[in-house]
């Protein structure tokens, strides 16, 4: 990465309305503000991240934001969102199932299904735990829903 420049910190500061444009500062043009968290600079191939692609600095002044709405996305992107979702509850299924019969075992006082609930939770909640961020996009795209069709339409 060294090689091809990408990891370069020594580029300089820029005006926020120059977005684009790669910098290790934006700064507000009107007051001056640092609002370099606000920005989201793509690398690699993936997806932008959802949200409002504009924001207002505390100032007033509207910049880029470097995001979009689900409702902007491609078909190609949804289905990216949408598979992670997908493996997410595909790796989750089993440890619900599993969990859900450790604690039938133990209500049920029946020790063979506590144990191989038990086991069975044991294993699968390590990647489970894993897949937390891939439900986090589920969050995401509700937000973003809301965002466009919901609250856009009450702010008429």
């Known amino acids: 990465m ?6 370069d910190v020594s580029l300089g500061s820029l005006p926020a309305s120059r977005f684009p444009e790669r ?12 609002i370099s968290g606000r920005f989201y600079v793509r690398k690699g ?3 932008p991240p959802l949200g409002p692609p504009t ?13 979009r709405e689900w409702d902007q996305l491609g078909a190609n992107e949804k289905r990216v969102y949408l598979g992670t979702l997908r493996i997410a509850t595909l790796v989750a ?3 619900l199932f599993s ?10 006082d029946n020790k063979a299904l506590t144990i191989i609930g038990s086991v069975l939770t044991v294993i699968t ?12 996009v589920i969050g995401n795209i509700m937000a973003s ?10 702010t008429r």
Request: hydrophobic share 40%; net charge positive; charged share 15%.
């Open 2 to 7: 060294q090689l091809l420049g990408l990891d």
């Open 23 to 34: 910098a290790s500062a934006y700064f507000c043009d009107k007051c001056g503000e640092d």
């Open 45 to 47: 191939h993936g997806s």
């Open 55 to 67: 924001f207002y600095c505390g100032c007033g002044e509207r910049y880029l934001s470097g995001t």
């Open 93 to 95: 299924v089993p440890f």
């Open 99 to 108: 969990l859900t019969a450790a604690v039938l075992g133990v209500r049920w």
């Open 125 to 136: 909640a390590p990647f489970s735990i894993m897949m937390v961020p891939g439900f986090l």
């Open 145 to 154: 829903i809301c965002r466009t069709r919901i609250l856009s339409r009450l």
